[in-house]
């Protein structure tokens, strides 16, 4: 499996994982931007954002938006503010 997110989906790669879902994982980006900067991928392999099937863009988004809430509740109102 070439691409490494999908290897982390899979187990074959270490992840600090933060979020499980049935269509969507989330972990810390191991060179992370700012404090609590968290990727989340789909489970099925998608190469660009643009090409994200209808069917996840739910799932996607409501994972980004509870886990920007938890960022907040963790770090403070600043940290996950988009910039
Ligand atoms: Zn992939």
């Known amino acids: 499996m070439a691409c490494l997110f999908c290897r982390i989906v899979a187990g074959e790669e ?5 979020l499980e879902r049935e269509e969507v994982v989330g972990f810390l980006d191991t060179r992370p931007v700012f404090k609590g900067h968290v990727l989340l991928v789909p489970r099925r ?6 090409e994200l099937p209808d069917d996840l863009v739910v ?20 940290a996950a503010s988009w910039r």
């Open 14 to 18: 270490p992840a600090q994982t933060v």
């Open 45 to 50: 392999h998608v190469d660009t954002l643009t």
């Open 59 to 78: 799932p996607l988004f409501g994972a980004a938006r509870d886990v920007a809430g938890a960022v907040r509740t963790a770090l403070g109102p600043r």
